[in-house]
């Protein structure tokens, strides 16, 4: 696909390829991974017409399982036409009366081709305040690209980051497929980290000495933007995936955090306490595993492949790990617990279970919303363990009410 190609050929070459990609991806890895194989094994292809062929298979992915009978390519031109709000060249090319409404709002675009879309088939699972209409919308669009500019770096950032826009007092957004790393040169400035997620650090509040354990840490995003908050902590961060620690130790040292202990960790199995360096941690960031549906903008091929039944497996995993990790909460402790999903079974379900099952109190919990504002959208519930006193009291009033009686005043 080389540009002495006659333009027909090279847009009739690009949604063969698409279309190729499509029929023979069954979402079994991240599409991103499998385009990447893809492209290598067809090195003849040129960055120009990678980057075509992947927002074409973007598109039709876009549109989730919407419109089921109309063929393959129909699919991936009506992405085109809906994602795209300017003059397409290949649509010019395939659709030229789309092409010429390529300006028109979703809406209008919608009753131009008359059809109605029902891109989120999941809306009876979605958590209080989630507007199911703008949500599902929310897919045709790409989130934009977040930095975190970490303590100190603003001004110099600042200077470097071109016309990003300020989003939050550390958050810059970028276009996606900015190279963040030529405008900013220095790594340890700033953390790629989505706005929503940036946002739960407002609910951390860690102090000076504390001991705090993020116990599904990944590659430690909320662990930096919590050492950011406070750099003098005892921080623990622990996962299931070894390869995922890795890169956790690759990050922190990336961006100069030397201070910090990590450990691979399921948090399923019995018997913490003796992988556990101590036994009480003032506070416990739990950024559960999850469906991840608040993120599917970023990856619409699980919009595609996502099954209902998933939902509850993701839940009964969450009660699990909450059920195992809250007995390290020190009296007066608190439990940050966190998913990047809009379903209620993750979100408020949980937050229930952990107040009726764990013994924790709820003193904050909600959506953070991205999904009007180009961001993923997370939940966010804040949980305090009782001191002392206020446990005792709490052990007997649970104990009443399960034998009917009411509590005295
Ligand atoms: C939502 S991600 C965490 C994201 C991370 N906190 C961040 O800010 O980048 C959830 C993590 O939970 C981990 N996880 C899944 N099952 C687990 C288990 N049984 N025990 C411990 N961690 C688990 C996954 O490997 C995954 O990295």
Same mark, same amino acid.
């Given at each position: 696909?080389?540009?002495?190609?006659?333009?027909?050929?090279?847009?009739?070459?690009?949604?063969?390829?698409?279309?190729?990609?499509?029929?023979?991806?069954?979402?079994?890895?991240?599409?991103?991974?499998?385009?990447?194989?893809?492209?290598?094994?067809?090195?003849?292809?040129?960055?120009?017409?990678?980057?075509?062929?992947?927002?074409?298979?973007?598109?039709?992915?876009?549109?989730?399982?919407?419109?089921?009978?109309?063929?393959?390519?129909?699919?991936?031109?009506?992405?085109?036409?809906?994602?795209?709000?300017?003059?397409?060249?290949?649509?010019?090319?395939?659709?030229?009366?789309?092409?010429?409404?390529?300006?028109?709002?979703?809406?209008?675009?919608?009753?131009?081709?008359?059809?109605?879309?029902?891109?989120?088939?999941? #809306? $009876?699972? @979605?958590?209080?305040?989630? =507007? /199911?209409?703008?949500?599902?919308?929310?897919? %045709?669009?790409? *989130?934009?690209?977040?930095?975190?500019?970490?303590?100190?770096?603003? #001004? $110099?950032? @600042?200077?470097?980051?071109? =016309? /990003?826009?300020?989003?939050?007092?550390?958050? %810059?957004?970028? *276009?996606?497929?900015?190279?963040?790393?030529?405008?900013?040169?220095?790594?340890?400035?700033?953390?790629?980290?989505?706005?929503?997620?940036?946002?739960?650090?407002?609910?951390?509040?860690?102090?000076?000495?504390?001991?705090?354990?993020?116990?599904?840490?990944?590659?430690?995003?909320?662990?930096?933007?919590?050492?950011?908050?406070?750099?003098?902590?005892?921080?623990?961060?622990?996962?299931?995936?070894?390869?995922?620690?890795?890169?956790?130790?690759?990050?922190?040292?990336?961006?100069?955090?030397?201070?910090?202990?990590?450990?691979?960790?399921?948090?399923?199995?019995?018997?913490?306490?003796?992988?556990?360096?101590?036994?009480?941690?003032?506070?416990?960031?739990?950024?559960?595993?999850?469906?991840?549906?608040?993120?599917?903008?970023?990856?619409?091929?699980?919009?595609?492949?996502?099954?209902?039944?998933?939902?509850?497996?993701?839940?009964?995993?969450?009660?699990?790990?909450?059920?195992?990790?809250?007995?390290?909460?020190?009296?007066?402790?608190?439990?940050?617990?966190?998913?990047?999903?809009?379903?209620?079974?993750?979100?408020?379900?949980?937050?229930?279970?952990?107040?009726?099952?764990?013994?924790?109190?709820?003193?904050?919990?909600?959506?953070?919303?991205?999904?009007?504002?180009?961001?993923?959208?997370?939940?966010?519930?804040?949980?305090?363990?009782?001191?002392?006193?206020?446990?005792?009291?709490?052990?007997?009033?649970?104990?009443?009410?399960?034998?009917?009686?009411?509590?005295?005043?």
């Amino acid at each position: 696909m080389n540009d002495y190609l006659c333009p027909m050929t090279r847009w009739e070459n690009y949604i063969i390829a698409a279309e190729k990609i499509i029929q023979d991806y069954n979402g079994a890895m991240p599409l991103h991974h499998y385009l990447k194989s893809f492209f290598k094994a067809h090195p003849h292809m040129g960055s120009r017409d990678r980057k075509r062929v992947q927002q074409l298979v973007y598109h039709y992915f876009r549109l989730g399982r919407t419109e089921p009978a109309l063929p393959l390519r129909e699919r991936i031109l009506l992405g085109t036409f809906l994602c795209e709000q300017s003059h397409d060249e290949l649509l010019a090319f395939f659709k030229p009366e789309w092409n010429a409404a390529a300006a028109l709002t979703v809406d209008e675009k919608l009753a131009l081709v008359q059809k109605q879309l029902n891109i989120f088939p999941f #809306a $009876a699972h @979605l958590s209080a305040g989630i =507007d /199911a209409s703008a949500f599902s919308r929310s897919f %045709l669009q790409q *989130p934009k690209l977040f930095i975190r500019m970490r303590p100190g770096r603003e #001004a $110099a950032i @600042l200077r470097l980051a071109g =016309d /990003a826009e300020r989003v939050g007092e550390n958050a %810059l957004a970028f *276009p996606n497929g900015t190279k963040i790393e030529t405008l900013i040169p220095d790594k340890s400035w700033y953390e790629i980290q989505d706005l929503s997620s940036q946002e739960t650090g407002l609910r951390f509040n860690p102090h000076a000495g504390e001991h705090w354990w993020d116990c599904c840490a990944a590659s430690g995003g909320k662990s930096i933007l919590l050492h950011d908050l406070q750099p003098a902590i005892h921080l623990l961060a622990t996962d299931v995936r070894a390869s995922i620690i890795e890169n956790l130790r690759k990050r922190f040292a990336e961006a100069n955090i030397r201070s910090y202990s990590a450990k691979v960790m399921d948090l399923t199995g019995a018997g913490l306490q003796a992988s556990l360096p101590r036994t009480r941690f003032s506070g416990i960031i739990l950024d559960a595993p999850c469906s991840g549906s608040g993120t599917w903008g970023r990856t619409p091929e699980n919009l595609y492949y996502f099954r209902e039944e998933q939902i509850m497996t993701y839940a009964s995993l969450q009660r699990q790990i909450a059920r195992n990790v809250a007995p390290f909460l020190e009296p007066g402790g608190t439990l940050v617990y966190i998913t990047c999903s809009v379903f209620r079974e993750e979100n408020e379900g949980a937050v229930a279970f952990i107040e009726k099952e764990c013994g924790l109190k709820i003193v904050e919990s909600g959506v953070i919303s991205g999904y009007q504002r180009n961001a993923d959208t997370m939940f966010v519930a804040v949980a305090k363990k009782k001191a002392p006193e206020a446990a005792h009291h709490g052990r007997n009033v649970h104990k009443l009410r399960r034998a009917g009686q009411k509590e005295s005043p």
